[in-house]
T-cell receptor, first 114, second 113 residues
Framework: KAGVTQTPRYLIKTRGQQVTLSCSPI?????VSWYQQTPGQGLQFLFE???????NKGNFPGRFSGRQFSNSRSEMNVSTLELGDSALYLC?????????????FGPGTRLTVL | ELKVEQNPLFLSMQEGKNYTIYCNYS?????LYWYRQDPGKSLESLFV?????AVKQEGRLMASLDTKARLSTLHITAAVHDLSATYFC?????????????FGKGTLLTVNP
């Protein structure tokens, strides 16, 4: 089975721009969660999507949004980028929602905001 | 607010030795996860602990959960160099669509020959 894929792997943007990251889960997995990892704040949960619905959201401003498509692929959008948004963004998929199953992580997208 | 504390944050050990990483959390939870991250790489799920007293083992790693003490441990037996990585615990709080997942800061483990 192919693993979780994320595109792009690296991205450089400037302040004020917006960015869209993509995540394709493992085939058959319907839950996709997104995480932000920074040296200062560590790993933080952004949101989870299951069957095209956002099930839960972490403590992030409204500039961070996402969606999930009928094929379970998910996108995350960050608008009006700030320097502090520079981070590794990870997505993870699992068959069911809310973390009962093992999550499988993608390689991440490293976003640099200049 | 849920706080998750891992210790130690840095651990340097010799091959063949045993050691334990601790994950303490501040409020009630009966679900905890352990992950491994290699430098520059993504996270790998190691264990999902779903109830008090849960114990899971995979190779040289064994994780346990004591919900009454709000403590999980990750025990390393006879460490080998390949175990060098950063280990995170994450605590699940809530249920249904109203939950939080809070990560510890991670323990950087270096196993020296």
């Amino acid at each position: 089975k192919a693993g979780v894929t994320q595109t792009p792997r690296y991205l450089i943007k400037t302040r004020g721009q917006q960015v869209t990251l993509s995540c394709s889960p493992i085939s058959g997995h319907r839950s996709v969660s997104w995480y932000q990892q920074t040296p200062g704040q560590g790993l933080q949960f952004l949101f989870e999507y299951f069957s095209e619905t956002q099930r839960n959201k972490g403590n992030f401003p409204g500039r961070f949004s996402g969606r999930q498509f009928s094929n379970s692929r998910s996108e995350m959008n960050v608008s009006t980028l700030e320097l502090g948004d520079s981070a590794l963004y990870l997505c993870a998929s699992s068959p069911h929602p809310s973390g009962v199953d093992t999550q499988y992580f993608g390689p991440g997208t490293r976003l640099t905001v200049l | 607010e849920l706080k998750v504390e891992q210790n130690p944050l840095f651990l340097s050990m010799q091959e063949g030795k045993n050691y334990t990483i601790y994950c303490n959390y501040s409020t009630t939870s009966d679900r905890l996860y352990w992950y491994r991250q290699d430098p520059g790489k993504s996270l790998e799920s190691l264990f999902v602990l779903l109830s008090n007293g849960a114990v899971k083992q995979e190779g040289r790693l064994m994780a346990s959960l004591d919900t009454k003490a709000r403590l999980s441990t990750l025990h390393i037996t006879a460490a080998v160099h390949d175990l060098s990585a950063t280990y995170f615990c994450a605590v699940f709080q809530g249920g249904g669509s109203n939950y939080k997942l809070t990560f510890g800061k991670g323990t950087l483990l270096t196993v020296n020959p």
